[in-house]
């Protein structure tokens, strides 16, 4: 009797964590890979819809972009590793957690962007481009990161990989495959200590960096791919760590409840024969 | 005799040594052109509450950045710290050199800060919790014998008239280092709320009705007060969450409060001279009659004796206030706080149909978007100048490796010296003209950056910027 007890304690509480890891924000929308985002010819690429859940209701939502390094990097911070001067006004999560970022809304609209970041942190290319000559780190995997702070890391953040392309080369599978763990596969090549000190000087920097930006997103679009982060993951996407650990706790608690059952009814088979 | 050559060649080489130290000590000199004097001194800043983390951020940096700097006396006695026999002649390492400490003052607000600098409330006024009097200088009163900071922290634009210096136009005694941007974010308290007053048809909330809401005047409520129904169309007149507005005062020597005074002032109509949101019977206090610091909810939320709901004035659904976008946005505990329950929330109202965001603060175009400024006084700090205007490119600094340094001229030693190495180093343009923080191997340039979004703000935008340099100067 004892032992049933315990055997039932243990499967609630594996019920529970593996709930509670079934239910970590997600970012919803964009949901299908490749999602391509036309590019003027002179401008910025358009507006994006994103909508992420597993958010408490009335929580202040944010959206901006990142270098697309896994947030489990060392030294890793959304204040170094993305630029906030990327994101909208924060959505309010609705009743049901949910923060939806419309293409439509003039204050919530994301709008990613190609070449340098907003505040010179870092570059996101369309591969094949050439780096603009500013002494930055560049990246050809970028990422959206959604949370509720833009400062500091949250144990809600959930992050898609962006992937920019020119519009000539249609994204291709194997494009999508390659950054379906783009947080992990991004390589981070920020310049040597060296190069800094011997980069022109800043006058000429920003001004080389200005016409590489002009120029870089002429003809490219950015694409999307299907939802995949570093940390938070679509419901059923088992290739995340966090979210398959989750399964398997849920199924063992399943298991252990079958288990409980076989045992009450031998246990009462028994008494019955007696 | 092999032995003798040997002792010959040793001694040779240590007499040797000895003469190029002993030279070396001799006419050794801090590297040319910066404010350094090879010892260390104190310095501290006081002022606003808005970029009280930034600056302690930067500070950190500031600070860590004297490791790689002039190697130091390590012995106890009458110049323990102070730079060492050192190379001739001496190189900055971009940053605090001599080993400068440098500390932050708890915030009384941006305007009493800028004050302190000042002396502007005579010989004898102090700011507690700093160690260097003021200077006698051009609009500057001298405060001998008592302290005050030697920076200000102002989360405000300078003042050219009825200012705090002596002679009223603050840009005669200081300069406005500006290295971050903000918004000021007009917020209710639920996201109830919140969500009817984004959901308002633009251009809601418009400058007019910021004013009638702080005015208690040209509203359907009581005396003629705002009622939530009167700028929210979706609420009915009357309706349950229809209410009398209750608009929040602020700390008036705050730039928060400063920059939407000067907001409503120069963009609503019929405002009267000197108005001030603090100042109508409507405007509410804390229950000590003292307006609340600015930037956090919960000394508002702990006022009243009980939250309570429906009209009454003390359900936080019906309060509106204003503050840091950057502050509440970045530390949730001073914009998200729950009382016995009833969860409150700084949620950000539209102002002219606009939510403040980073990406319109960085662009420039959120309607109440503000410059976050170091400020110095002349003599200690000012930005080198052609024709009495800012011009660093037309007037180069020393020069570093292939580059030149940005040219921040006033003091070549002491204080006054130290403070115009921490603003050169806050405002260099890139990372050419910085050094690497010697924990982390990354330039200061990024940390820099990174330390002002930590802090919930942007850099200052392109467009503001005094070429060749980061920050925007006023001087």
Known sequence: ??????????????SVIGGARASASTIMEPAHAPVVVSVATSGPPAAVTVVASGFSSGALVYVEQCDGVAPTTPQWSPTADCDLGSSPAPV??????????????KNHAFRPFVGESPQSIFNCLAPGRPAPANGLASSTKCSLRVSTNNAAATGDQAFLAVAF????????????????????????????????????????????????????????????SAPHTAQHVGAFSLSDANLATGYVLVLGGLLMVALTIALLRRDAGRTRAR | MRKLWKLAAVTGVAVAFGTMTSIGSAFATPPAGYGFDNTSHVIVGGGSDTTYRAQIGLSDLWAESGLSGCPHVTANGTSTNACAANVNPETSNQGN????????????????????LNGSSGAASTYQGTVNPVPAGTCVTATPGVANVDFARSSRAPKTSGGKAPCGNELTADTFWGYAQDGVEVNVFTAARGAQVQGAPSPALTPDDLFHIWNCSGGTGTGGRVRWSDVVPSISPGSAT??????????????????????????????????????????????????????????????????ATGTSADNPGNWIWWGSFGVFSAFPYTSNYTRSGTPTQAVAAPVNGILPSTSRIIANTYPIGRTLY????????????????????????????????????????????????????????????????????????????????????????????SSGSRCQVLS
């Not at chain 2, 050199?97 to 500390?103: F, L, N």
Request: glycine fraction near 10%; charge should be positive.
């Open chain 1, 92 to 105: 309010i999560a609705d009743g049901r957690g949910i923060a939806t970022f419309a293409a439509s809304d």
């Open chain 2, 97 to 116: 050199y001599q080993g400068d400490t440098i500390a932050q003052a708890n915030p009384v607000g941006s305007s009493t800060g800028i004050g302190s």
């Open chain 2, 374 to 465: 170091n400020v110095t006084r002349k003599f200690d700090a000012d930005c080198a100048k052609t024709a009495g205007a800012c011009d660093f490119p037309g007037n180069p600094g020393p020069t570093v490796g292939a580059t030149t340094d940005l040219n921040v001229t006033g003091g070549t030693s002491g204080t006054s010296g130290a403070v115009r190495e921490y603003t050169r180093w806050l405002c260099r343009v890139s990372t050419a003209q910085h050094g690497l923080d010697p924990f982390t191997g990354t330039s200061f340039f990024s940390e820099i950056t990174t330390a002002i979004n930590n802090a919930g703000f942007t850099v200052v935008p392109s467009a503001l910027r």
């Open chain 2, 242 to 307: 229809d209410a009398d507005i209750v608009p929040w005062q602020m700390n008036t020597g705050s730039g928060t409060f400063g920059t939407f005074q000067t907001y409503i002032q120069t963009n609503a109509t019929g405002v009267p001279s000197g108005w001030s949101p603090n100042a109508q019977s409507c405007d509410r206090a804390l229950a000590s009659g003292q307006p609340p610091l600015e930037n956090d909810i919960k000394p508002l939320v702990n006022d009243p004796a009980a939250l």
């Open chain 1, 1 to 14: 009797m004892v032992r049933t007890r315990c055997l039932a304690g243990l499967v609630v509480l594996l």
């Open chain 1, 165 to 224: 392309t020119t519009a000539k080369a249609a994204p291709s599978a194997s494009d999508s495959t390659t950054t379906t763990t783009a947080g992990r596969a991004s390589t981070r090549s920020k310049p040597s200590a060296t190069a800094k000190g011997a980069a022109a000087s800043a006058a000429r920097a920003k001004a080389a960096a200005r016409k590489a930006k002009t120029s870089a997103p002429s003809d490219a679009v950015a694409v999307l």
